[in-house]
């Protein structure tokens, strides 16, 4: 399997379908595998039941997914907050870090009403926070970095396919 990891707004599920197109494999989005079980946005469930609630759904979800998932798998923002998601991500194959920056995020996000963790008054601080918080978690997860900058998703890929094809498959689960 191959995961993608990063901020909200990454890239990781545009860029994970187009990466499982290319390597003809199929793709799985958490996010959308989450909202299918709890029948619901995940906004809203997030609103109800809290952040908790909806790490402890994610990580069943993610259990589940790197158990029976073979192909490209895109993750939620967070999921790498919870030890044991970073371990199972890491065992279940290769983990790609989509690095971006919270300005580049911001101009993405701008008027994105979905995701629960920028409704605030200062979106852009909360994607700095973000980022101080998570950084060092999805570089503990991934075996690579790729800086999204603003090349296009095809070059993206391209940049993932160029490091998966220069790492060999036994160097997977050794550190980053």
């Known amino acids: 399997m191959l995961s993608l990891v990063g901020l909200p707004g990454s890239g990781k599920s545009t860029v994970g379908r187009q990466l499982a197109r290319r390597l003809q494999l199929p793709f799985a989005d958490a996010d959308q ?3 299918q079980r709890l029948g619901c946005p995940i ?3 997030f609103e109800r039941e ?3 609630r909806f790490r402890d759904i994610e990580q069943e979800v993610i259990a589940q997914l790197c158990a029976s ?5 895109a993750t939620g923002g967070g999921a790498v907050l919870r030890p044991e998601n970073r371990a199972q991500l890491r065992a ?3 983990v790609v870090y989509l690095k971006s920056q919270p300005e580049d995020l911001m101009r993405r996000l701008r008027h994105d009403s979905k995701r629960p963790l920028l409704q605030v ?3 852009m601080a909360a994607l700095r926070l973000l980022q101080a918080q998570r950084d060092p978690l999805y570089r ?3 075996h690579f970095v790729v800086e999204t900058g603003r090349p296009s998703v095809g070059s993206l890929v391209n940049l993932i396919l160029a490091q998966l094809e220069l790492s060999p498959p036994q160097d997977l689960n050794s550190p980053p």
Do not use: C, N, S
């Not at 998932?69 to 798998?73: A, D, E, K, S, T």
């Open 33 to 35: 595998a989450i909202e």
């Open 43 to 45: 906004r809203e469930f």
């Open 50 to 52: 809290g952040e908790a």
């Open 69 to 73: 998932h073979q192909g490209v798998l």
């Open 92 to 94: 279940a194959g290769a």
């Open 121 to 123: 008054a200062d979106p």
């Open 140 to 142: 503990e997860t991934a």
